[in-house]
């Protein structure tokens, strides 16, 4: 699920059909879009941008549609393809509305202009597949991957190599989350039954951990 920058719409993913909620009048009739694949949708994200909010992008296998939405329907825009393995996670960016990045289980990371999509802009390698992928939201060039339990931080222009390397948890991360007002500061959320915080220019130790009795699926600034 998906909630767009301005509050007035929700979007709720199926493999037959997308379903767009109105969140003024949520008891209405929703309306949906129709899907022709045989694969679920792994992530949908709205842009975070005024200018672009009628735009949100979708997974399903190795594909991102790109769908508009106005005037109560919607159609699929665009497509990007270039994954050769499942994609994992998509974020648009805070700062550029026309980019979006995604992570896939084929250890690249894209990022995508959608004013071009017959290639990525940017493609940054990694020895293992990324299962979460999230842009800074202070420094535009900076994102951070997930890999298992570590995580990899990013300067998309220096795509050769990660800039950083934290050995996070001793098993998968399901989340990550980077701090509001801080460029360095960021959340990693896992398996392990914990939440721990970190400042990437210290990766060797962590600055607090709460632990938790369950493992953790998501953690989010507020």
């Not at 929703?30 to 992008?57: C, E, L, M, T």
């Not at 951070?144 to 339990?149: I, K, L, Q, R, V």
């Amino acid at each position: 699920m998906s909630v767009d920058c301005l509050g007035q719409h929700a979007v709720l993913s199926g493999r037959r059909f997308l379903y767009i909620v109105n969140l003024d009048a949520p008891f209405e009739g929703h309306r949906k879009i129709s899907r022709q694949s045989k694969w679920d949708i792994g992530a949908v994200q709205w842009n975070p941008h005024d200018s672009f909010a009628h735009y949100f992008a979708a997974s399903s296998n190795q594909r991102v549609d790109l769908y508009k939405w106005k005037d109560g329907s919607g159609e699929v825009g665009t497509t990007l393809q270039g994954h050769t393995r499942v994609i994992s996670d998509l974020d648009w960016a805070v700062f550029e509305p026309d980019l979006l990045v995604t992570s896939s289980v084929d250890t690249y990371i894209y990022i995508w202009d959608i004013k071009d999509t017959r290639k990525p802009t940017v493609a940054l390698s990694a020895v293992a597949g990324a299962s979460q992928v999230k842009w800074n939201k202070k420094n535009a060039n900076c994102l951070a991957t997930s890999h298992d339990g570590d995580v990899r931080i990013w300067d998309k222009r220096k795509p050769s190599t990660a800039v950083e390397y934290l050995a996070a948890h001793l098993s998968k991360i399901h989340g990550l989350d980077w701090h509001p007002d801080s460029e360095h500061i960021l959340a990693t959320s896992s398996q392990d039954n914990s939440v721990k915080f970190w400042d990437y220019r210290q990766p060797r130790k962590y600055l607090n951990i709460l632990p938790c009795q369950v493992p953790v699926w998501k953690a989010r600034y507020t």
